[in-house]
């Protein structure tokens, strides 16, 4: 499976098939329920579970255009608990993301400060550190 980053036009590409989720403000619905963006992040959330890290990776780091509790506990999840540092570290800094956009903010620096304490990956521990100072 090869993706790229969702970009800032909305685009997120996977192995040739590009998905396009248009800005939440947009007002454009989905011919079924629900907009472009929910469908996509749906997408994303399943690909959050991937068995290639590098698939896992580039979802949690697409997600940060998410304004979703259910988004942001799933990473909080994948940010304590997914086998590869490089997943870790991206989920991270969607929640740092997603935090300020749901007022999560000291919640998340609760968290990321307990984190810290038991993170040996240096991906994941600069992330982590990053998101922190950008809280504050």
């Known amino acids: 499976i090869k993706t790229e980053r969702l970009n800032h036009m909305g685009r997120l590409t996977i192995n040739n098939f590009t998905f396009i989720l248009p800005d939440r403000t947009s ?11 929910e469908k ?6 399943r690909l959050t579970n991937d068995k290639e890290w590098l698939v896992r990776t580039e979802a949690c780091d697409s ?44 919640e998340l620096i609760k968290f990321l400060e307990e984190m810290l304490m038991h993170e040996k990956t240096e991906f994941t521990k600069i992330n982590i550190y990053t998101v922190l ?3 504050v």
Request: charge should be positive; charged fraction near 20%.
């Open 63 to 106: 997600l940060g255009i998410s304004e979703s509790v259910t988004t942001y506990n799933i990473l909080k999840k994948i940010a304590k608990k997914d086998t590869s540092g490089y997943v870790r570290g991206y989920a991270i800094i969607s929640l740092g993301d997603i935090a300020v956009k749901i007022h999560k903010e000291n």
């Open 40 to 45: 996509g992040e749906e997408i994303l959330l």
């Open 27 to 37: 007002g454009i619905q989905a011919s079924k329920p629900g907009t472009f963006f």
């Open 133 to 135: 100072y950008n809280l």
